[in-house]
C-alpha cells in the first residue's frame, strides 16, 4: 500500500524543536511496517506490550519483596525497561487509533505537539540504551549473577535475562517493523539523558553511600573518568550503529507506490495554519489547524 507519511508542521518558532527535528516527525511511520500490514504488525506489538508488562511489573514485585524497592529506580536497566514498556504501550495505543480512524494518524494529530515531540525523544532513547544495556551488563556486571547460577531462583533466572537481553530482542523486532526516521543531531539529547542518570547516581551515592555500579565508583577518579568516557563513546556508537540499520531497514524495503502507480517520493504536509475550517469539536491546540491530504513535498531527510 503506499503511505501518505503526512508531516505535522508547527507553527513553533523555536529553534530548539527544529534543530533537534522534532518538527519533521510523520506520524504514520510509527505504525506502518514496511515487511507485513498494520494489522499484523498490531498483533505483534501486542505481544510485546503483554510480555513487556508482565516483566516490568514482576521486577517491581521481586524488588520490593527482596527489601530493594528503595533502589528501583537508581538501576539504568530498569529505567531503561520502563522506557521500553512506555514506548510499547504508547505505540499500542496510537496503532489502534490509527486502524480504527480509516488509516489516519487521527491521534497523534489531536494531541498537544509536546506529546509527539516525547514520542520521538522516547524512541530515540529506547533504540540506543536497549542495546548498550545487555552489551554493558553481559560483559561488565554479570559476573555475579553467572556465579551463582546454581542458587539463584526462578524468577532472577526469568527477569534477568529477560531485562538484559529480550528487552533487545523486543526493541529490534520493532525497530525492523516500523518505518521511523532516526535525526542525528538527537545523539545529543540520548547523551544529556546519560549525564542526568549519572546525576541521579551521585545522588543514590550521598543518601546512600552506595554505588549503583561498580565502574562508577569515584574512589578511584583517574579509573572512574575513563569508564565514564568510554561509556559516552560507546553510547555514541550504538546510536550510529541503529542509524545504519535502519537504513538498511528502509533501502530492503519494496518500494512504495501511489494509487496511480507512480512511486512515492514524497510526504504530504499537514499545514497547521491553513483551511481552518476544518474543526472537529474534540480537537487539540495542535489538531484544530490541521488538514488532511495536503501537497506532495519531498521527504524530509534525518538531521
Not at 530548539?16 to 494489522?39: L, M
Not at 568516557?229 to 546510536?239: E, K, N, R, S
Not at 504536509?269 to 480537537?283: H, L, Q, R, T
Request: with cysteine; glycine share 4%; charged share 10%.
Amino acid at each position: 500500500m503506499a503511505f501518505k507519511d503526512e508531516v505535522i508542521v508547527s507553527s513553533s518558532t523555536s529553534s530548539f524543536i527544529q534543530w533537534f527535528g522534532f518538527d519533521q516527525f510523520q506520524p504514520e511511520r510509527a505504525v506502518t511496517s514496511h515487511f507485513v500490514s498494520t494489522k499484523t504488525f498490531l498483533c505483534i506489538r501486542l505481544i510485546l506490550v503483554l510480555y513487556s508488562g508482565a516483566v516490568q511489573w514482576a521486577s517491581v514485585w521481586w524488588m520490593a519483596t527482596q527489601y530493594q524497592f528503595s533502589h528501583y529506580f537508581a538501576y539504568f536497566t530498569y529505567l531503561t525497561f520502563i522506557g521500553l514498556h512506555a514506548y510499547f504501550l504508547t505505540s499500542f495505543y496510537h496503532h489502534i487509533r490509527y486502524i480504527s480512524s480509516s488509516r489516519r494518524p487521527t491521534s497523534f494529530l489531536y494531541q498537544s505537539a509536546i506529546w509527539n515531540h516525547l514520542y520521538v525523544y522516547l524512541y530515540h532513547t529506547n533504540i540506543t540504551f536497549n542495546l548498550v544495556t545487555p552489551i554493558v551488563y553481559w560483559v561488565l556486571l554479570s559476573s555475579d549473577f553467572v556465579a551463582k547460577a546454581e542458587t539463584n531462583p526462578p524468577m532472577e533466572w526469568w527477569l534477568t535475562p529477560s531485562v538484559h537481553g529480550a528487552s533487545l530482542i523486543m526493541m529490534m523486532v520493532d525497530v525492523v517493523l516500523n518505518r521511523m526516521i532516526l535525526h542525528k543531531r538527537m545523539c545529543l539529547l540520548v547523551l544529556l539523558t546519560i549525564v542526568f542518570y549519572i546525576g541521579l547516581a551521585f545522588i543514590y551515592y550521598a543518601t546512600d553511600h552506595w554505588w549503583v555500579y561498580s565502574f562508577m565508583d569515584w574512589s578511584y577518579p583517574g579509573t572512574a573518568a575513563m569508564y565514564y568516557a568510554a561509556l559516552g563513546v560507546f553510547i555514541t556508537l550504538c546510536f550510529f550503529l541503529q542509524v545504519g540499520l535502519h537504513a538498511i531497514r528502509d533501502k530492503w524495503a519494496p518500494k512504495q507506490s501511489d494509487a496511480d502507480g507512480t512511486e512515492k517520493t514524497g510526504a504530504t504536509i499537514i499545514d497547521e495554519e491553513n483551511d481552518k475550517s476544518n474543526f472537529m469539536p474534540f480537537e487539540s491546540s495542535i489538531a484544530s489547524q490541521i488538514t488532511f491530504g495536503g501537497t506532495s513535498s519531498t521527504d524530509q531527510l534525518a538531521k
